[in-house]
């Protein structure tokens, strides 16, 4: 990439994937308060198997709102989340310096540890079901314009432009994320030395994680306060969910059906590596409960499947970038080197959350060394505070500012370029 003719970057920030309205559920991809809204107008808020029970305790317990009024709360959940994050890092702390927690602390502990992890899968599922539809036109438009001069910079989760791009055929997972995959699951684990590549490709960045990309489960530790995974070798690689047509092993067996490529139920794949949390010589043992179904509660002594968790960076003032190796770190310095010498930024739907410092930094280091910039286009429906940034904290002049007040979509009876 530090070879090629940089001519446009494209951000894309939740506003450019808000405009997929093909979606059989009805509804299109939920922004920060929209989010456990949205979850209760899907299906998968009546299945026992997506796991929220943490969430609804957290919030019962800490704003009093009640598990039959969960459906309507619309707190911000880049708020929240940022609330629970801190909580878990402030009691893994304590643990670590050795200090014994009373019990009715160690259960507000605990419970924000389990509310964290349950987040992180709910936040992927709820995309899976939206996306799991036809491909998204305004994706599918923009995907036909680019060429290997381009770079597409995204902060969204969800696999939308992802699945346009590999429709496109200018586009390959097995080559296409920037970082090579460890394994490529396409109805079965394969290494993406038996894909395809695509040369000359448009550069695809995402800078939070994907709901596609897969790590080994991983949590905190609660009696020592660090942090646990069942594979220390794969939590700084990555794995690449394409597809699946057929059931797959997963957590309990718990594979429910087919989705669109990109997408996938509740529960991702096992991955096709070696677990590693267990000493030498001892056997792990696993008990599920089940108390309203007994019949559902089972004891495993000996499994040595490795769970599978979405890979995504979740919406906290403090973001763990480090914890995944070198991934993003690597994505983050090919997406400022890129907008440290495109021609032309675009940035469609992004609006610079309060808890994305990192990003604020990042365009302010790269325009700064731009020497090459001719123009920012921003497409957005209410561009006001967007606008005031680029001019006053990234010292833009403003001939060099395009402002589009609209949303990313494709009018009826649109022709020509969807830039």
């Not at 139920?265 to 267990?278: A, F, G, K, T, V």
């Not at 610079?352 to 604020?360: K, L, M, Q, S, V």
Request: net charge negative; with cysteine.
């Amino acid at each position: 990439m530090n070879n090629r003719k940089i001519l446009r970057v494209i951000v894309l920030g939740a506003g450019a994937s808000c405009s997929y309205c093909e979606s059989p559920t009805g509804l299109r991809p939920p922004l920060a308060r929209e989010i456990i809204p949205t979850f209760h107008k899907l299906d998968i808020s009546t299945n026992r198997y997506v796991l929220v029970g943490h969430i609804i305790n957290y919030v019962r317990d800490t704003r009093g709102i009640l598990p039959h009024e969960f459906a309507s709360w619309d707190e911000d959940l880049e708020t929240f989340f940022s609330e629970i994050d801190e909580e878990v890092a402030k009691y893994a702390e304590r643990i670590k310096g050795e200090e014994k927690l009373d019990s009715k602390t160690f259960y507000k502990y605990s419970l924000a540890v389990g509310a964290y992890n349950q987040l992180i899968f709910l936040f992927a599922s709820i995309f899976n079901e939206i996306q799991n539809g036809p491909i998204s036109i305004p994706y599918m438009l923009l995907a036909s314009e680019l060429n290997q001069n381009d770079v597409v910079i995204t902060f969204n989760w969800d696999t939308l432009f992802d699945r346009a791009l590999a429709a496109s055929g200018k586009w390959s997972p097995s080559n296409g994320y920037c970082i090579r995959p460890e394994a490529v699951f396409d109805d079965e684990w394969k290494s993406p030395d038996d894909l395809d590549d695509v040369d000359n490709s448009p550069v695809y960045i995402k800078l939070h994680g994907s709901t596609n990309w897969l790590s080994p489960y991983h949590s905190i530790d609660l009696s020592s306060g660090g942090k646990y995974t069942m594979s220390k070798y794969g939590i700084s690689k990555l794995f690449v969910f394409v597809k699946a047509t057929k059931p797959y092993e997963t957590y309990e067996d718990r594979y429910w059906g087919s989705y669109e490529p990109y997408s996938y139920c509740y529960y991702p794949p096992n991955l096709p590596i070696i677990r590693d949390d267990i000493e030498e010589g001892r056997v792990g043992i696993r008990i599920v409960s089940a108390i309203d179904l007994p019949s559902h509660g089972k004891c495993v002594i000996g499994g040595k499947g490795v769970f599978s968790m979405p890979l995504i960076v979740p919406p906290v003032r403090n973001k763990q970038y480090t914890r995944y190796g070198k991934i993003f770190s690597t994505l983050w310095s090919l997406a400022k080197h890129s907008i440290g010498r495109c021609k032309h930024l675009f940035i469609i739907g992004y609006s610079f959350p309060r808890t994305d410092i990192a990003a604020r930094q990042m365009f302010k280091e790269g325009l700064q060394n731009n020497t090459s910039l001719e123009k920012i286009t921003i497409i957005n429906p209410y561009p006001e505070n967007i606008e005031e940034m680029f001019l006053n904290e990234f010292n833009i002049a403003p001939p060099k500012l395009e402002i589009r007040k609209e949303k990313f979509e494709v009018p009826y009876g649109h022709q020509g370029s969807i830039l």
